[in-house]
């Protein structure tokens, strides 16, 4: 319980005690609220400033609150509240659970804004909305972009009408915030609103105009009566009223929200962007203002007539694109493109959303099965959406999460091949998106789409059991997608389709995994996507690995090509970071090892997944000897699609060039009959002042040919 004497005594004497501040009224203590009030004066250049301060009985919970009696208007001051004084002043002083530092840190904050604003008339960078006093009458949202705002723009019109429809209407409640209806407008100074379709419901007009100036009287203090707002309207605007008074069909759409009133949406420009943007607020009008009568007062005599009457200000919000998503938009080159979700299961349905929250716009979904009760613990539906379609649940989901996006929902994509009947109609439809993320976990799929469209359009996401590893396989042109997955689950030793059973039956095998290891791993594989698209660099190949208590590792693909005989090489990340800490670590003598992977079905794409090292060798500067019967015992352990593809070994403080030892080693294995291939790589890890520099080299048909590095 607050001593509430000994307290306000507190008050009076701490606030005594201060350099330039002198205590002008006492505090007392008041009960409804319950909060110490009294008043004080601070000195500055310009003369003494008197403050009305209020604390609350909790404090330094809650806020002090200084109220200038005499100034209104200044930057970072709230809306009047209390009789014959100014708006409080918003100073965010640090919170500090001790009473005498936070309110230390009050007066510092206070004596500072006294300088800033008032004795040295300062003004802020960033431009600040003036605060406003508003009927809890109605909140409009808009769209308005700081490039909309033209010169051409309002060359011949000031005034105009445009649409909205209410996006929710909201009951008051006694302990929440109060809110207004909240309506949805476009055509605002003829601009036509980019909302996606959807959003756009019921149907209401209203009048926009273009005021000469910002509605603020001296400063920043909004303008609170129709006197003063008069001057700023443009001839127009009076010509649009009497004309919509003739309409009957205006007069009778207002939403019943708002009364006997109708929306008047007022603009002016407003620093923004680069240049200059339009603001709007808005204003509530009576409808009698439109009355059609036979007297001879014109339109501007009734607005005339209003005088000294309060203007009735509602609220305004700008939700444009840049607006909306600002906080946390992905890069252009994912949100701008055409996206298209094959499969919308718990990874798919994760992604949809965390796109859709990053600002993407166009976006297809494909999936023919329903929403089961099993779903919901790790995918993006609700309770209510079992067993309905979850192409057309995960739609209506994503269309409340943003104004913005269009969501298409389609069937599965059925396996096809060139030639067959439904081909052409799969190429057509899937052509036209230029982004496709397949989640389904279907080699089938993968193939299809890889055959249907430009490999660089497609982006393969699937985990293993426990979301352990996520791997997302990128059409890169080295190798078909379905088969980059194949050897990348042979490298992690992990099934190709999941094995997990729910219940009876043999059609719906999954994988185990939380909802919180889907959200993690299909997040961290979107952040690794926009890391490249925000470097302007091409999607590549990579694998999340998570190891509970050490975090998440990322091994993403290398990229080499030999150009004269049309060959690709990747090697991942791992294995290059593995072969430079094995390189320094027996500096100065030269290592090395066997690089272990597969070739592509076609022959032309190495993939290094692996690396295996000798226990016993012979080294020195110049020279490394492995002894083969301890690389071949490990040879003989490999998973089955697995083998041998070549050697590496460092050259400290050496060539980046083959030896002629080199080169008589890897002639002799290319002949070897117990090699199964017959161009095998060799890799020279250069080594200077500790930087390692691979060199990728490929023995063929005699000769040894050189790989240049195409990850860009
Ligand atoms: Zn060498």
């Not at 003036?130 to 769209?143: E, N, Q, S």
């Amino acid at each position: 319980m607050v001593n509430q004497v000994a307290d306000t005594r507190f008050f009076n004497q701490f606030f005594a005690a201060q350099a330039r501040v002198t205590l002008l009224e006492p505090f007392v203590f008041e009960e409804a609220p319950a909060r110490h009030v009294g008043a004080i004066g601070v000195s500055t250049v310009k003369g003494d400033v008197h403050l009305t301060v209020h604390l609350p009985e909790a404090y330094p919970q809650g806020e002090a609150l200084f109220y200038p009696q005499e100034l209104a208007g200044y930057p970072h001051q709230n809306v009047t509240t209390i009789p014959g004084h100014g708006g409080s002043l918003c100073l965010t002083t640090p919170f500090v659970d001790q009473l005498a530092s936070r309110l230390k840190l009050e007066i510092e904050k206070l004596q500072g804004w006294l300088e800033k604003y008032y004795v040295r008339e300062k003004a802020d960078e960033q431009y600040e909305y003036v605060p406003i006093r508003a009927a809890k009458g109605a909140h409009l949202l808009f769209d308005e972009e700081p490039a909309d705002y033209t010169p051409e723009r309002f060359a011949e019109q000031h005034s105009g009408t445009f649409t909205y429809g209410l996006l929710r209407s909201e009951k008051i409640s006694a302990e929440l915030a109060v809110s207004a209806p909240v309506f949805l407008c476009s055509g605002l100074g003829k601009m036509p609103a980019r909302w996606a379709p959807t959003v756009q419901a019921a149907r209401f007009t209203g009048v926009w105009t273009l005021l000469s100036k910002e509605p603020v009287l001296q400063r920043k203090t909004r303008m609170e009566c129709w006197q003063d707002l008069l001057p700023l309207l443009p001839a127009d605007f009076y010509d649009l009223v009497r004309q919509l008074g003739l309409d009957q069909h205006f007069r009778r759409q207002s939403p019943s929200a708002l009364g006997n009133h109708f929306l008047l949406a007022v603009g002016y420009p407003i620093p923004g962007g680069s240049g200059q943007e339009i603001t709007w607020d808005i204003l509530l009008l009576p409808l009698s203002i439109l009355r059609r009568d036979a007297s001879s007062i014109t339109v501007q005599d009734r607005f005339d007539a209003f005088g000294k009457k309060r203007l009735l200000w509602g609220v305004s919000s700008n939700a444009a694109y840049s607006r909306f998503f600002g906080r946390g938009q992905l890069p252009e080159a994912i949100s701008g493109r055409r996206v298209l979700i094959l499969g919308t299961g718990a990874i798919g349905s994760c992604l949809a959303e965390t796109l859709v929250r990053g600002g993407l716009r166009m976006l297809g979904l494909a999936d023919f099965d329903l929403v089961a009760p099993g779903n919901i613990c790790r995918s993006r539906y609700q309770f209510q959406d079992v067993d309905s379609s979850k192409v057309i649940a995960l739609k209506r989901h994503l269309l409340s999460l943003s104004p913005y996006a269009s969501v298409q929902a389609h069937g599965s994509l059925s396996a096809t091949m060139p030639g067959a009947k439904k081909w052409q109609e799969t190429v057509d439809w899937l052509s036209k998106y230029d982004l496709i993320f397949d989640c389904s976990a279907n080699n089938q799929v993968l193939a299809t789409v890889w055959h249907a469209i430009p490999a660089d359009r497609i982006i393969h996401l699937s985990i293993t059991e426990g979301a352990e590893q996520l791997i997302a396989i990128v059409g890169d042109g080295a190798c078909p997608l379905q088969e980059r997955r194949e050897q990348l689950l042979a490298h992690l030793n992990r099934p190709l389709y999941p094995e997990f059973r729910e219940g009876a039956g043999c059609w719906h095998p999954t994988f185990r995994a939380s909802g919180a290891n889907i959200e993690s791993m299909v997040g961290l594989a979107i952040l690794e996507l926009a890391e490249m698209a925000r470097q302007k660099k091409k999607f590549r190949t990579f694998s999340l690995h998570h190891t509970p208590g050490r975090g998440i590792q990322v091994i993403a693909d290398q990229q080499y090509t030999q150009v004269e005989l049309g060959l690709k090489l990747i090697i991942t990340s791992e294995c290059l970071e593995q072969i430079e800490r094995l390189a320094l670590l027996h500096h100065p003598k030269e290592f090395g090892g066997v690089l272990i992977g597969n070739y592509s079905e076609a022959g032309d794409c190495a993939i290094v997944s692996r690396i295996i090292t000798p226990t016993k060798y012979k080294s020195s500067p110049t020279s490394f000897t492995p002894d083969p019967a301890c690389i071949n015992q490990q040879l003989r352990q490999l998973p089955e699609q697995l083998q041998y593809l070549g050697d590496w070994h460092s050259h400290p403080d050496g060539p980046g060039q083959p030896s002629a030892t080199d080169k008589a080693t890897i002639a002799k294995l290319a002949a070897h009959p117990d090699v199964r291939t017959r161009s095998p790589l060799l890799l020279i890890a250069q080594m200077r002042q500790h930087q390692v520099m691979p060199h990728f080299f490929v023995q063929h048909q005699g000769k040894l040919h050189n790989y240049t590095s195409t990850t860009t």
